[in-house]
């Protein structure tokens, strides 16, 4: 049997998370390796966290699977949430920029970040997407940060960016199972957008179950049901996010400017 060695900083971190003692005896040693992987995102994203926060921005990790309406989302939510803030997007996918093309064509600063073979934004990704951010604008200027991360039920929820919130996208076309299936995702999540509601009438989908399956998951997650085609329910996300700059601007600490 091999014996497994942890490092000093290995054990600081199994530690930290409160990882209980069987999981040591019986974790394979490439398993550490991410424990070590997750551990260096979560300093990074710390770090873009206070970058954030020296800028007064506040940034949203936008998550869902593939094709439940991200995109679609922001560009009927962008113009009218850029009437009242100063707003930028860095869009996530894993080989083209068609969806930061279809963004810049509503008039909102975009910053593509392709990941090649990787289902998820990192903290070192969304680091590097904020220095070419920083090259085109003055973020200290703006009011708020959109991350649209890769579409992906697992990973992303597992890996911070430096964000003060999640938001997850779960469309009716998806059924009623998906916080089950997936409870990380939707227990991280600040505020879940039940998408696509406008097909509702054409579905075998209980909105009813989707929304017990969500507060069975996160008690406290607020859940807005919306359609990008029809506009319903936009309005409250739009107040949500205007309520989470009204809280994040009498709770942020004071940072010096870098």
């Known amino acids: 049997m091999q014996l497994l060695q942890l490092?000093?900083?290995?054990?600081?971190?199994?530690a930290?998370?409160?990882?209980?003692?069987?999981?040591?005896m019986h974790m394979p040693l490439e398993d550490t390796l991410g424990l070590n992987l997750l551990a260096a995102n979560t300093h990074q994203a710390e770090h873009?966290?206070?970058q954030l926060e020296r800028w007064g921005l506040l940034c949203l990790n936008l998550m869902s699977s593939p094709g439940a309406g991200k995109t679609a989302l922001l560009e009927r939510s962008l113009p009218s949430i850029a009437n009242n803030l100063r707003v930028a997007v860095l869009e996530g996918d894993m080989t083209t920029e068609l969806d930061a093309d279809r963004l810049e064509a509503v008039g909102i600063p975009v910053v593509p970040i392709t990941t090649g073979r990787a289902c998820h934004l990192d903290a070192a990704m969304v680091s590097?997407?904020?220095k070419l951010?920083?090259?085109?604008?003055d973020p200290a200027g703006l009011n708020l940060l959109l991350v649209e991360n890769v579409g992906n039920?697992?990973?992303p929820a597992e890996f911070d960016v430096g964000e003060h919130h999640k938001v997850a996208l779960l469309s009716v076309t998806e059924g009623d199972d998906k916080p089950l299936k997936y409870p990380l995702m939707f227990r991280n999540a600040d505020v879940v957008l039940?998408?696509?509601v406008d097909l509702l009438p054409h579905l075998p989908v209980d909105l009813a179950a989707i929304r017990h399956n969500i507060f069975s998951i996160n008690p406290n997650a607020t859940v807005i049901e919306v359609s990008a085609i029809t506009g319903e329910g936009l309005d409250a996300w739009h107040r949500w996010v205007l309520q989470a700059l009204a809280n994040r601007s009498t709770t942020a600490p004071a940072l010096a400017t870098a």
Do not use: A, D, M
């Open 7 to 14: 490092s000093q900083f290995q054990s600081s971190v199994i």
């Open 194 to 196: 039940i998408t696509k």
């Open 133 to 137: 951010l920083q090259q085109r604008l």
């Open 16 to 24: 930290e998370n409160q990882y209980p003692p069987f999981f040591l």
């Open 48 to 50: 873009n966290n206070q």
């Open 153 to 155: 039920l697992v990973c």
């Open 128 to 130: 590097g997407g904020l």
